[in-house]
Structures are given as structure tokens and as C-alpha cells.
């Protein structure tokens, strides 16, 4: 009953808002950095001084081969959404691409967990094995001859992409640390409260403008879940202190990526998002691979005894691999979807996203869900969206 009431919960806004787009004759393109958590796309505000006018990108080895344009705020171009004709009728290409999103974001996390479940005991070498699938998979786009053209920076341009990777890898790593602790619907209530950490690592560090509407409207998100870790059967300190370190290692990968991307040039030297998504992979991977070398080196025998040992060592290894293409997969979609909607849309579109995923976690693991903790949910999840609308509700 509780899993029915949370899908008609979140169908209904979604068919409102994703309804008018997909047979709109006029298709507003509008679009930011794919990221793990693409959240943070609208969290962040410049001021006027920190805006400035960009050429738009071209998107190369996008779903369905076609290049797409890119005008990406998050990347300091701070240009509004423009219309875009099209064909009329309902748009069937980005009915797919949204279903191909959520059914690869539910995948990377379902294959996530199981792989985290069957080898317990090796999370760092697990979670760098994600990246190092999704660092393989960007290697083949730039080396197929029909693939992705290598992006044209310079070193200086790469050593600036490292501060970004950096907190990526942060992000990703303690995403599967929580993951490792808790049950993964619970990890996906706390890291709703990403907005929270969003506001105040941005006003505080990049001189992000964060309005009163939406400090006043980061109360439900916060109150939401802690009300529903009060129903949590399984609660876990730990994963609610690690998810919320992801929070915040994700609030600063944000920050920093608009801090990167004013960067004279390198939006055009980068080439597209695409390239500078699959950079950030692999300069990820290598720090996730130091830090787990670091601290799980003196299991790495052992490690690789278990994955060719057949049983749940096949299971992690046959899971780790999926669980990083699919990353890979959905993240490449997301950024075709971005340019293809408005920010409304992506904003009801990224709130159910995280409601689909706690209804997938509590079908397909049997993972509990309690009326507190729907509840509690639902509130949540609420107030992301009143967050990213606030403004625009308000009139600002």
C-alpha cells in the first residue's frame, strides 16, 4: 500500500509537467553538466559579474548519433532557455530517452547495491572498479573511429579539471561507503537534502546567490528526512553521516565546476560535455584508485582471488561492471534530455527520479518501507522540487 501511494504520489506532477513537453510544438532546450548527482544543476545562482556570454557546444556521440547543441549555465554561460521548433506532435524520441534514464539510473543502483552486498569487506576496491568500467568505456568512445573526437586542452586546462574530479571522486566514493552501511532507499532520502549543502557550501565558498524563499524551503527537505530515519529499520549512523559527507563533496563538485568552466576557451578546446564528463571519470578513477590502494591495498590479493573464485565473486564482479556502464549509460542520456527540456521539467523529472529509485530499492530488495519513513519521504522529495521552483513560483 505504501509503495502504491508513493507511485501515485509522484506520477501524477510528473505526467502534468512531462505531458505539455513531450506534445509542445515548441521545445525548449535548456541544459547544465551531467553529474552524479545532476541535482546541483539548479541549486547554484552567479551573480551578474560572474555571468558571461559563451558560444554553444555541440554534444558528439550523443543516444541516437546526432550532435546536439549546448548552452550549459552550470558552465558559466547563464544564457535562459530558448525555443527550439519542432515537428509537432508527442515527442516520441524524448519519451524513450527519459525512459532509458530511469531504467539505467535504477540499474546502476540496484547492480551497485548487490555488488556492495555480496563483497562486503572490499567497498573502496568495488566502488574504483565502477569507475574503472566507466573510465574503459570513454577510452573506447575517443578511440572508435566513429566516435568522440579527443578534446584540444591544454595541461594547464587539465590541471584545472582536477579539483572538480577530486570531489567527484569524493562524492562517488562515499555514496558507496553509505550504500555499504545502510539500505539504499534510506541513502537516497538523505542525499535529497543535497540542496541544503548545495546553498550553504555556495554562498558560502563561490559566491552563489541563494534567495530567502529558498532557505525557508530547505525546512522540508531537512525535516523530511529526518522524519522518515525515524522509521528506518535499519537506520545506521554511519550511512546517514556518510551520505551526507557525499552531500557536500557533491555541493563542492558543483561549485567548482562553474569555477572551471569560466575558464577562457576551454569550453571549445573541451569540445563537448561529453568530454569533459568523461575526463572527470578518469581522473576520478585514478584518485579512487590511490585512496583505495591506500586503504584496502593489503586486500587486493585477496581481492582478486575472490572475483575469480566463482559464487559471490562473480556476482560483485559481474555487478561492479554493469553497475559502471550503466553510470556511464544514464549520464550520457541525461545530458541528451537536458538539452531537449526546460528547467521546470528537469526539475520533476530529477524528484521522481530519486521516488522511482526508493520504490525499485523497496520492490526488488525487499527493503522496508514504513509509514514514517514514506512519509517522511515524500516530504522531502516535495521540498527538492519547492526548491528548485521556489523562485520561479514567487515571480523572481
Known amino acids: 500500500m505504501a509503495v502504491v501511494l508513493l507511485c501515485v504520489t509522484v506520477s501524477v506532477p510528473v505526467l502534468n509537467f512531462v505531458a505539455p513537453v513531450l506534445t509542445s510544438n515548441n521545445v525548449a532546450t535548456h541544459t547544465g553538466l551531467s553529474t552524479m548527482e545532476s541535482q546541483t544543476a539548479s541549486t547554484l545562482q552567479l551573480t551578474p559579474k560572474q555571468t558571461r556570454q559563451t558560444q554553444p557546444l555541440t554534444l558528439r556521440g550523443a543516444v541516437g548519433g546526432k550532435d546536439q547543441p549546448l548552452t550549459s549555465p552550470e558552465a558559466g554561460g547563464g544564457d535562459m532557455p530558448k525555443e527550439e521548433k519542432s515537428g509537432g506532435g508527442m515527442d516520441i524520441g524524448l519519451f524513450v530517452l527519459i525512459i532509458l534514464w530511469y531504467v539505467g539510473n ?26 574503472a568500467a566507466g573510465s574503459l568505456y570513454a577510452l573506447f568512445m575517443w578511440a572508435a573511429p566513429d566516435g568522440r573526437p579527443w578534446p584540444q586542452i591544454t595541461m594547464g586546462d587539465y590541471m584545472r579539471t582536477l579539483p572538480v574530479s577530486f570531489a567527484a571522486a569524493g562524492a ?57 530515519s525515524t522509521g528506518e529499520l535499519s537506520f545506521a549512523w554511519s550511512s546517514l553521516f556518510i551520505a551526507s559527507v557525499a552531500n557536500a563533496f557533491a555541493a563542492v563538485k558543483g561549485g567548482s565546476t562553474k569555477v572551471l568552466m569560466d575558464s577562457d576557451g576551454l569550453k571549445d578546446r573541451m569540445g563537448s560535455i561529453g568530454n569533459q564528463f568523461a575526463i572527470m571519470t578518469i581522473n ?63 526539475s520533476v523529472l530529477n524528484t521522481a527520479k530519486r521516488a522511482f529509485i526508493m520504490i525499485a530499492a523497496a520492490i526488488v530488495l525487499r527493503e522496508g518501507l514504513s509509514t514514517a519513513k514514506l512519509v517522511g519521504s515524500l516530504i522531502s522529495i516535495a521540498g527538492v522540487f519547492l526548491y528548485s521552483n521556489i523562485d520561479r513560483i514567487v515571480g523572481k
Open 172 to 228: 562517488h566514493m562515499a555514496s558507496c561507503f553509505a550504500l555499504s552501511a545502510g539500505s539504499l532507499s534510506f541513502v537516497q532520502i538523505v542525499k535529497a537534502m543535497e540542496p541544503a549543502f548545495a546553498a550553504v557550501i555556495g554562498s558560502m565558498f563561490y559566491g552563489a546567490q541563494v534567495t530567502s524563499a529558498r532557505w525557508l524551503s530547505l525546512i522540508p527537505i531537512i525535516g523530511g528526512v529526518a522524519y522518515a
Open 284 to 346: 576520478s578513477f585514478i584518485f579512487c584508485l590511490i585512496l583505495s590502494l591506500i586503504c584496502e591495498g593489503h586486500k587486493l590479493g585477496s581481492f582478486v582471488n575472490f572475483l575469480s573464485s566463482g559464487g559471490n565473486g562473480a556476482i560483485v564482479l559481474r555487478n561492479m561492471t554493469a553497475s559502471g556502464l550503466w553510470f556511464y549509460f544514464y549520464n550520457e542520456i541525461a545530458t541528451t534530455i537536458i538539452a531537449k527540456t526546460n528547467p521546470v521539467t528537469q
Open 106 to 131: 535504477y540499474y546502476h543502483n540496484i547492480t551497485n547495491k548487490i555488488a556492495l552486498n555480496a563483497g562486503a569487506g572490499y567497498p573502496m576496491l568495488i566502488s574504483t572498479g565502477y569507475l
